[in-house]
């Protein structure tokens, strides 16, 4: 419902199946409400509230996850940055085009499914089964890989024709072709980030968090390592669709599918750490497979309408692809960063505020409900808006210093940071409407969900096709930011009417007002920071690292403080607040 288009592995920045992002909120109280035929794909990766089970207490666990996810992060940056100077814009365009191939597949065939009726199914017979759900477990698994198996298999095989309805008619032969070269490479990885997310949700369900939140970091550290390699070995050139070698195209491809196996191998030790043994037991009857078609159908009515939405984008962008314009790659280092702000404020705050709100919605207690929601609200404005300031003053001085080197040239990481200013307005409205979606979980209203997505995505491929028909080609990517940022407003709006009419009041009054205060200190400090910037060398537009770094530091400093202050004055009590939790977070 949120946009979060890209769930698989390799969209994510830390190679975590995240924004879009493979582990979902589970109840262990046998409880669950995706257990229940009104259940459509949560957004966002948490452990279950309450007791961890065997892998210990849910504050062990969360940090240990806080810190993996961070950790993560920071080297999936280094992975996208290379992966971009290795390749540069053209071909890496061809590149990332491949990589939306397994996410999407991967996606209808299991992600969602996996998210909203499996694992609740096992947390079921965990619970009442005599062994564990030992042997059930076995069977489900024995189940999806080789269905997985198959269906990879026939996928790889169609490679071309995949790749080929993709395409844009604009794209040259030599384009359409390098994406089908990595395609054959890199569409295996369905098979092992299925076994990957399976495996993960095997562990989730006894209670242990720490491996699947830091084995993607195995994934990253083999993709850096092929980057690296390419660089050493090719170094900067001129490398284009035409130019590339077949080895350089194997190393990058088959470096991408090791990094996936290497992290699904990782997770078997700990598999063995929590008492589970993976024996194939082939007995699908057994399954209920009537079943789980019935409980997925929501499930599939969400992921389907997204990853049409997705299939659009990409074929809008890969008109520009090659072409000296802001294209797919560009895009999608753009969405990592603002998945990154919503990761680090966004989900914080929902992790926080979902057990309360699911216990009081449990409990009839609708008004705690809504205050719960109406503060989450609050409290993520404020804590988003100087990133998104920023992302829109500093944008180009970010793209530059993270993205700019080897065959990704100047130009591009230009191109790039102004994909990165339009994507600021996208960051507070994708994690509001984020929120919203907690609060449905939380009243078990995913049927809810799912519906509200439909119209959202209507929106949201209809804003595609505008921009596209009314921008000119370098500004495609800003406008498909643009497009996303639209629906996720959307999305937003018609969550809080609808859960005004199944709670009550929302309080939006108090909302509105914190929400102007905020506005305000955010165009003060974007204010300043824009004058400061423009004062320093490069007017805004760096030369290279060396003098991207003065803006960075001092417009990023004038910025925060400008923001602090002027929301002090402005009494945006919720900036206190996000301020005491960043100190005792650092306190522990």
Same mark, same amino acid.
């Given at each position: ?361 449990? @409990? $009839? ?7 719960? #929601?109406?503060? %989450?609200?609050? /409290? &993520? !404005? =404020? +804590?988003? *808006? ?17 993205? @700019? $080197? ?7 990481? #230009?191109?790039? %940071?102004?994909? /990165? &200013? !339009? =994507? +600021?307005? *996208? ?162």
């Amino acid at each position: 419902m949120n946009g979060g288009l890209y769930r698989s592995t390799h969209a994510a920045p830390d190679g975590n199946p995240h924004p879009q992002v493979g582990v979902t909120v589970v109840s262990v109280d046998g409880q669950s409400p995706t257990a229940s035929a009104d259940q459509a794909l949560p957004p966002e990766e948490l452990p279950p509230a309450g007791d961890a089970g065997e892998g210990g207490s849910t504050t062990g666990q969360s940090a240990i996850m806080a810190i993996g996810s961070l950790v993560s992060r920071m080297i999936g940056f280094v992975r996208n940055a290379l992966i971009g100077m290795a390749l540069g814009a053209g071909v890496g365009d061809a590149y990332t085009s491949a990589q939306f191939l397994p996410n999407q597949i991967y996606e209808l065939l299991l992600g969602g499914i996996l998210s909203s009726v499996l694992i609740p199914l096992l947390v079921r017979r965990r619970k009442a089964d005599a062994d564990g759900g030992q042997a059930f477990t076995q069977k489900l698994l024995s189940f999806a890989v080789v269905s997985l198996g198959v269906a990879t298999a026939l996928v790889v095989v169609a490679a071309p024709v995949i790749t080929a309805i993709q395409a844009s008619s604009d794209n040259s032969d030599a384009y359409r072709h390098l994406v089908t070269h990595f395609a054959y490479l890199i569409l295996p990885i369905i098979f092992f980030t299925g076994l990957s997310a399976l495996i993960g949700a095997v562990l989730n369900v006894r209670g242990h968090f720490a491996a699947p939140m830091w084995a993607p970091i195995l994934n990253n550290l083999v993709v850096i390592a092929a980057a690296g390699f390419f660089l050493l070995v090719w170094g900067h050139g001129d490398l284009t669709e035409e130019s590339i070698t077949t080895g350089q195209i194997a190393l990058i491809g088959i470096g991408t599918l090791a990094g996936m196996v290497v992290q699904a191998l990782g997770l078997l030790p700990a598999l063995r750490k929590v008492g589970f043994r993976w024996k194939f037991r082939w007995d699908p009857r057994s399954l209920g497979l009537g079943e789980i078609g019935r409980l997925a159908g929501w499930m599939l009515c969400y992921v389907a309408a997204n990853q049409v939405a997705v299939f659009v984008m990409v074929k809008i962008l890969n008109r520009v692809a090659g072409k000296g314009s802001a294209s797919v790659l560009a895009f999608n280092n753009v969405f990592l960063l603002t998945m990154m702000a919503h990761g680090i404020i966004g989900v914080s705050v929902m992790t926080a505020l979902l057990p309360k709100m699911s216990a009081a919605a449990a @409990e $009839g207690r609708y008004a705690d409900v809504s205050a719960d #929601l109406t503060r %989450g609200i609050k /409290l &993520t !404005v =404020a +804590a988003l *808006a100087p990133i998104s300031v920023l992302y829109a003053v500093l944008g180009k001085s970010i793209a530059v210093m993270l993205f @700019e $080197g080897g065959n990704y040239t100047h130009d591009q990481a #230009l191109d790039t %940071g102004t994909v /990165l &200013t !339009v =994507a +600021a307005f *996208a960051v507070i409205p994708l994690s509001v409407s984020y929120l919203c979606t907690y609060a449905f979980y939380s009243l078990q209203g995913n049927k809810t969900v799912a519906l509200i997505n439909v119209p959202v995505v209507v929106v949201r491929i209809a804003a595609y096709l505008l921009l596209a028909a009314a921008l000119s080609k370098a500004l495609l990517a800003a406008g498909m930011t643009a497009a996303n940022a639209v629906s996720y407003l959307v999305s937003a709006l018609i969550s809080l009417a609808v859960l005004r009419r199944r709670i009550g009041r929302l309080n939006l009054g108090s909302v509105a007002a914190a929400l102007i205060r905020v506005a305000l200190a955010a165009g003060v400090a974007a204010g300043l920071g824009y004058l400061v910037v423009h004062l320093l060398p490069g007017a805004g537009e760096p030369d290279g690292r060396i003098q991207a770094l003065l803006p960075l530091i001092v417009g990023g400093a004038v910025i925060m403080v400008g923001y602090l202050i002027a929301a002090t004055l402005l009494r945006v009590r919720e900036v206190s607040q996000v301020v005491g939790m960043v100190r005792r977070k650092i306190g522990r």
